[in-house]
């Protein structure tokens, strides 16, 4: 970390549950106008990391709390979706790759501030529950099926606002319309979406 070029880490410390803290600035130089700009950051090491990622706040309180913006309550950058495991698993690495991708959510933020907060600059993946959903129908091959991404968006509204789960039978037709029965078909990815649903509702035990 101390190596980077782009990030200066002037200090750390322990808190008293284990986690590791350290404060630094990134350093970005705009590729068209050349002026320096810096950026300050608190990274979060949890007492188990790396099985964990770090969190990466904005020390600072530089940019305001949007969800559009990528930026979540407690100045939480959102870097990734945690389930798409981007970032390497090893300490070194990791930490590496994650004031890297900071770096390019920095440069992002600052375009999306310029831009009247309108829209996030490139793909602007979707947050928490709704997030989880998306990548569980993109990995089971469902994000493209109409039949299937309203199905399950209904099911995920019912499980958020009514903190209730309807249970699916495996044997049942699937979702995705091809006259199969689920377990047949879709069946793995909806074993995912059933334990998102009951998280999202509160009956996972």
């Given amino acids: 970390m101390r190596g980077l070029p782009f990030f200066k880490h002037p200090e750390d410390r322990f808190d008293e549950d284990g986690n590791f803290t350290a404060t630094g600035t990134l350093f970005y130089r705009g590729s068209r106008s050349g002026r320096l700009d810096e950026f300050q950051i608190e990274l979060v090491y949890p007492r188990r990391f790396p099985r964990f990622f770090q969190r990466v706040h904005d020390r600072e309180k530089r940019f305001d709390v949007c969800e559009n ?5 407690g100045h939480q950058l959102c870097l990734t979706l945690r389930e798409r495991m981007e970032f390497s698993v090893n300490a070194e690495d990791l930490t590496q790759e994650v004031l890297g991708a ?11 501030e310029r831009n009247g907060r309108k829209k996030w600059p490139g793909p602007a993946e979707a947050h ?9 129908l993109e990995r089971g091959g469902l994000l493209d099926n109409a039949n299937a991404v309203l199905w399950a968006n209904e099911l995920h509204q019912r499980a958020l606002l009514d903190h209730r789960f309807v249970p699916f039978d495996v044997y049942d037709l699937c979702p995705c319309s091809s006259g199969k029965k689920t377990k047949f078909c879709h069946g793995e990815a909806l074993v995912h979406l059933g334990k998102l649903l009951r998280r999202v509702a509160g009956t996972l035990q």
């Fill in 69 to 73: 913006g990528h930026l979540f309550p």
């Fill in 102 to 112: 900071t770096l390019v959510w920095f440069d992002k933020r600052l375009i999306f």
């Fill in 128 to 136: 928490g529950s709704q997030g989880q959903l998306n990548f569980i």
